[in-house]
């Protein structure tokens, strides 16, 4: 995989999106309150890929919006920082915009997603690209405070030529109080790339 791919790699696997802000937040009577979907809330992590066959990592920072817009849909955004290991000339700023539609069936829920992003890169092997992903998967809450869910998903560029990329991950969520939730996930990328993140999020 190119170090421009595996950079797209990354901002997919982190999940940091870019998108319009809404006032309206709807969110169904049934929802789980361990879920994360159908609320309003600010996110910041960091995540680590480990780029197979490569003795350097991709280390990475973003934040993320979501909102609520209807019932049943969220508009996700957010904007991610990373780089390569040792080297100081390589790094990527990725922004873009995710919807999310999903259902709830008691404790489980759905969901699919559509986006589009814009990359940018430094180093010898920069670039400037725009981005589109789609995916699917189900959330499911274990209690009221902590949900699991699991997700596939492919993204790929406007640019012909451009290797595409699928992952399958599986994540967690824990609320801590009723303000304050902590994230963990794990994403495998089509090549071998395995990446990890580690979030918080902020209720408001």
Avoid at 26 to 46: I, Q
Avoid at 121 to 135: K, L
Avoid at 187 to 204: L, P
Wanted: charged share 15%; net charge negative.
């Amino acid at each position: 995989m190119s170090l421009r791919s595996t950079f797209r790699a990354a901002a997919s696997s982190l999940g940091l999106v870019l998108a319009a802000v809404s006032s309206a937040q709807t969110v169904p009577e049934t929802a789980s309150p361990a879920s994360l979907l159908g609320v309003r809330y600010l996110e910041g992590g960091v995540g680590l890929l480990d780029v197979d066959r490569s003795d350097r990592n991709i280390y990475g920072l973003g934040a993320a919006i979501n909102l609520p817009v209807e019932e049943h849909f969220d508009l996700k955004a957010g904007y991610g920082y990373s780089w390569l290991e040792n080297n100081g000339g390589a790094y990527q700023h990725a922004v873009g915009a995710n919807l999310v539609g999903y259902l709830t069936e008691n404790e489980f829920r759905p969901f699919a997603q559509a986006g589009l992003g814009l990359v940018w890169q430094g180093g010898d092997d920069g670039d400037d690209f725009a981005v589109w992903n789609v995916g699917g998967g189900l959330e499911y809450a274990i209690n009221a405070l902590t949900a699991v869910r699991v997700r596939v998903g492919h993204e790929d560029s406007f640019e012909s030529g451009m290797d595409s990329n699928v992952s399958i991950g599986a994540g967690v969520s824990h609320w801590f109080t009723d303000a304050l939730a902590g994230t963990a996930s794990l994403t495998r990328i089509e090549g071998g790339d395995v990446a990890y993140s580690v979030g918080v999020v902020f209720r408001f």
